[in-house]
């Protein structure tokens, strides 16, 4: 079974950079699929962005041209670039490895 686990999350002001990382385990990281998602309070979790192991991405509309995601093989982690934060960004941030998901990590965007 894959482990997975987020850091990064924080407080930030509109306009600000965050950057999250996930790490994961298992001897086929290069295979699985990676991707963060993200729920607001009272709503349902949502994609926000996908990277395969040869490092084609996939984008949420709401966060094209200011997130990247981005993934390390060979240490076995994936990030997120999240610049331009919204207010409408603040939300647990989760990880993705194939079907095994992380804890979340708290991203709070204040304006």
């Known amino acids: 079974q894959v482990q997975v686990l987020e850091s990064g999350g924080g407080l930030v002001l509109a306009g600000g950079s965050l950057r999250l990382s996930c790490a994961a385990s298992?001897?086929?990281?290069?295979?699985?699929?990676m991707g963060w998602y993200r729920q607001a309070p009272g709503k349902q979790r949502e994609f926000v962005a996908r990277?395969?192991?040869?490092?084609?991405?996939t984008y949420a509309d709401s966060v094209k041209g200011r997130f990247t995601i981005s993934r390390d093989n060979a240490k076995k982690t994936m990030d997120l670039q999240m610049n331009s934060l919204k207010p409408e960004d603040t939300a647990v941030y989760y990880c993705?490895?194939?079907?095994?998901w992380g804890q979340g990590t708290q991203v709070t965007v204040s304006s």
């Open positions: 298992g001897s086929i990281f290069s295979t699985i699929v």
């Open positions: 990277i395969i192991g040869g490092g084609s991405t």
């Open positions: 993705a490895a194939g079907n095994n």
